[in-house]
Each structure stands twice: as C-alpha cells, then as structure tokens.
C-alpha cells in the first residue's frame, strides 16, 4: 500500500517570487517523500478562513509569508516557546485539528553556523545586530540562547529600545550612529536589515575596529554578495550569507510536515544561487 501523499505550502500575497517551493520540491525529490508543497496566495481578506481550515484540508502545516505574519500569530491555537519570544510566526503544523505556531528563522541562522564554523559559540561572547523587524528579533533570541551578550542598533533607536526592553539580560540597544564603535567588542555581527539589499540603500559601517576572528552574517541574499560580506572578506573575516539562513531555515518546517530531517547540500546550494543569480530579485 502506498503511503497517503502529505501536503504543505507557503501562504502569502504575490509571492510568486518565492524560493521555498523550489527548496522543498528539492527535498522531496531527492529524498523519494510522497508529497507537495503547493503555493497558495490569499488576499488579506481571504487569509483566514483559509488558514483555520487547513488541517481540514488536508495539509500538515505550511509556511507564512507577507503580508499574513502578524495575523498567523494572532490566530494560531498555540504558539512554541520561540514563537511567543520572538513576535513572529512563519512556520506552522498541525496537531490533530489545531495549529501550532513556530519560528524557524532563529534556528536557521544557528544551524548555518554550527554547520559552517562548528564551535563558532564556544566561548560565548557579543554580538552586534542591525535592525530591530523581525529578523533582529529572531538574531537576538538565537545568540541569547547560546549565551551571548547581544547589543542591537537601529536606525529609529526607540525601537532597538523596545526589542532589548522585552528580552532583557544579555540584551541591550544602541543608538545608529554609534555602530562603528559596537564593533571593537564584538565576536559576531549580523546585518538583520534590508540594507544592502538590491534597489535599497547600502549598509554604510566600517569593519576596521572587528577583531580579526570575528564573524560577520549578512541575511540580505539579493545580491548574494553583499557589500558589507565582500569587504568582510577582503579582512579576512568569517562570513555567513542570506542563502545560508534562508536553507537551514527550511529544514525544521519541512522535518515536522514530511517526518524526515532534509540536509542543506551543496548541489542544493548550487541551484539556489543559479536561481538567484538568474531571477529578477524579490519584491
């Protein structure tokens, strides 16, 4: 008897740009899963109805996208720990009839560096993060977690504030302006902003004041080679790109829907950077 087909998908609005289908339609493939993962686009209005019935429909869970994120964490039936610290909900599965609500962008950026600098944590020690949306929050929660001390910068200082207020301990904000200064100190640094990403202003800091074993993480993946990952190199910093977060951020949601752990590999890395480096960027 042929096992039944198992079903996920990525819901949002005008997201046909989407890179998810193509990461697990991969896995799938080469891992012989009888499934799919489908793309499904809901207007605001129609966002809802659709999501509360989607073990009813059939799925076992499925990926939020924009513009639906803050109404996936109002409405699912629970939230995991991450979830709830975080703000933000971009992956969920289902229990029986309910959802249950997760994060797997603060995961993604750990699993990209144990795999690429394994022991990178091994004296914990601070970490300097741009911004202060979704992917900041989700940064700080993974480094904290690993027992770093986490200083975050943003451009509107209030809301660095309110991130570092809700987090506290190892947690604290910055002004913008001092972020060249955040550097002397810092083991990691993660540019968690749009900035430097295409047809957005660049990310202007100046790396000479980093210690020379410290990492620098760039979640901006259009151009895959950022300015700021370039000269990093050029320093000969330890580097981590947006493709890498995007990959290991995959890798729960697909585990939970599908029951089989996928693993980030270099012919899949190959295909997502020729897509890249081919498709018109993101909105």
């Keep these: 008897m042929t096992s039944p087909l198992r079903r996920a998908c990525i819901m949002g609005h005008k997201i046909a740009y989407s890179r998810s289908p193509k990461i697990h339609g991969y896995w799938l493939r080469t891992l012989g ?11 605001p209005p129609d966002f809802p109805s659709f999501f509360l019935s989607l073990c009813a429909k059939g799925y076992a869970g499925g990926n939020i996208t924009k513009p639906h994120k803050e109404a996936a964490f109002e409405l699912v039936s629970r939230r995991e720990k991450a979830a709830e610290a975080i703000g933000a909900v971009n992956t969920v599965w289902c229990e029986g009839t309910s959802l249950v609500g997760g994060n797997t962008d603060w995961s993604g950026i750990l699993l990209s560096l144990d795999h690429l600098y394994p022991g990178w944590d091994a004296k914990a020690g601070n970490a300097v993060v741009l911004g202060a949306g979704g992917a900041a929050r989700a940064a700080s929660y993974a480094f904290c977690s690993r027992g770093l001390n986490v200083t975050v910068a943003n451009r ?3 809301r660095a504030q309110a991130l570092a207020d809700q987090f506290g301990g ?3 904000a910055a002004d913008w302006d001092v972020r060249d200064d955040l550097l002397a100190g810092c083991d990691i640094l993660i540019n968690a902003t749009s900035l430097g990403m295409s047809g957005e202003p660049p990310l202007s800091i100046r790396l000479d004041r980093l210690k020379p074993d410290a990492i620098v993480y760039d979640i901006v993946y259009v151009p895959l080679a950022t300015e ?9 910093h330890r580097t981590v790109d947006g493709l890498s977060m995007l990959l290991y951020q995959a890798v729960p949601g697909f585990a939970r829907w599908f029951g089989v752990t996928p693993q980030v590999t270099p012919e899949l890395r190959a295909l997502m950077e020729a897509d890249i480096a081919t498709a018109a960027p993101a909105p």
Excluded: I, M
Aim: without cysteine.
């Design 33 to 43: 899963v009888s499934g799919a993962y489908d793309v499904v686009d809901l207007a």
């Design 156 to 158: 509107t200082r209030g």
């Design 228 to 236: 700021l990952l370039k000269a990093a190199r050029r320093r000969g």
């Design 170 to 172: 190892n947690v604290s």
